[in-house]
């Protein structure tokens, strides 16, 4: 299956200049999500994940079925002032903008195994915030995971020294 063909490109959103990578396309069908979400999880298998974390929004809707095939736990990352209990956040720049995210300050144990996931990597700008949280909370992070890699956009240069994953490149 070409899951490539499944991403819609949406020219000039939310900004002009930008080539938003439109994963509802996939997410909808039901073969090409069991693909993207087996494929993502497949090499993280024999690596004892303990928990796998996921940006709002994309990153829940990629990140938690992934954590279900893993038989690992989902913590989500969100932006400021959505999550109830006691947090830590981090602020970072995006492709297009500047922002927080937030996590629950005992949302990891020390020492857990952790798998980040989200839909796209592009400057890498969220994955580094949540890297930066998750090791701030003792997690090791052992893998970052994605459907699309943006590589002119350079995400990897920030992430050097962490295995990623990106089925899909542009
Ligand atoms: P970055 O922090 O620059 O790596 O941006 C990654 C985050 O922004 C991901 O959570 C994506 O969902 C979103 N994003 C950035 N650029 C795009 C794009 N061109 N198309 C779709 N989503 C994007």
Do not use: W
């Amino acid at each position: 299956m070409d899951l490539r063909e499944k991403i819609r490109n949406v020219p000039n959103f939310p900004q002009q200049g930008i080539q938003f990578k439109d994963i509802t396309t996939l997410l909808k069908d039901g073969k090409a999500f069991r693909t993207a979400i087996d494929l993502l999880a497949t090499p993280y298998k024999e690596q004892n994940i303990d928990i796998v974390v996921g940006p709002e929004a994309r990153g829940f809707a990629v990140g938690a079925p992934v954590a279900y095939v893993l038989d690992a736990g989902f913590v989500p990352i969100r932006k400021p002032g959505k999550l109830p209990a006691a947090t830590i956040s981090y602020q970072y720049s995006l492709e297009y903008g500047k922002d927080a995210l937030e996590i629950h300050k005992d949302a990891i144990e020390p020492g857990s195994r952790v798998l980040i996931v989200d839909d796209l990597l592009a400057t890498g700008g969220t994955t580094m915030a949540t890297v930066k949280m998750v090791e701030q909370l003792g997690g090791k992070v052992v893998g970052l995971a994605f459907l699309i890699e943006l590589t002119c956009l350079n995400g990897r240069q920030g992430l050097a020294g962490y295995d990623i994953t990106a089925l899909i490149q542009y």
